[in-house]
């Protein structure tokens, strides 16, 4: 899963409105924004191997951290009780929370059995949908295509700086998620990694798209 996590920011966004986009970004996908860390401190594990799934050459043996049922429960309630505090809102943290358990539940739709329950549980969950491309593949993109529906419903650009930057960024997400899908296996691991920690970049331009758009009332 990857453009999918992005929509549920977007989606997010409608329910949230005074949650700033970078923020919703980094309550979505906070586990795969420290996931390239963990592989470059060597907390963490993957390895490539052509057919572990039909869609993904990657064998996720060790991410307890980033991706365990546990750890993201206890992240998704550090951010529901950030909301809290900042907005004294109850039903703004337990919307904050489900935002933030949407990337494991999506994970859990797509991977193979091997996101973990806890770290140090060798009880594993996924549902595999990676091995039934048609089903993954009409999912991932109609939920990217909720998302952009609905942040395009819920705000306008202020000028045309929040046109581009908005379109832009669909454009550029749609296009690495083309070459997941049909491009070659990554050389490396530290490239995996690499590449994974500009995922950052992401979370500046939705800054970016933030600052010349606005709700619409």
Known sequence: MFIGHFATGFISKKWMPHISLPVLFITVQWPDLIWPAMLLLGWESVRIEPGNTVMTPLAFDHYPYSHSLMTNLLVASLFALWA?????????????????????????VTHRPDLPLSPGSSQMFGLGWWNIPPVAVVAELAL???GIFI????????????????????????IIHTGNLLG??????TGIALAGNLMWLFVLWAYWIEKNRTVIK
């Open 84 to 108: 809290l505090r900042r907005y004294r809102d109850q039903r703004v943290a337990a919307l904050l929370f489900i935002t933030a358990c949407s990337h494991w539940i999506l994970d859990f």
């Open 144 to 146: 990217m295509a909720a």
């Open 151 to 174: 942040y395009h419903r819920t705000t306008r650009a202020t000028g045309k700086t929040g046109v581009w930057a908005f379109w832009g960024l669909i454009a550029f997400l749609m």
């Open 184 to 189: 070659p296996p990554p050389p490396n691991i």
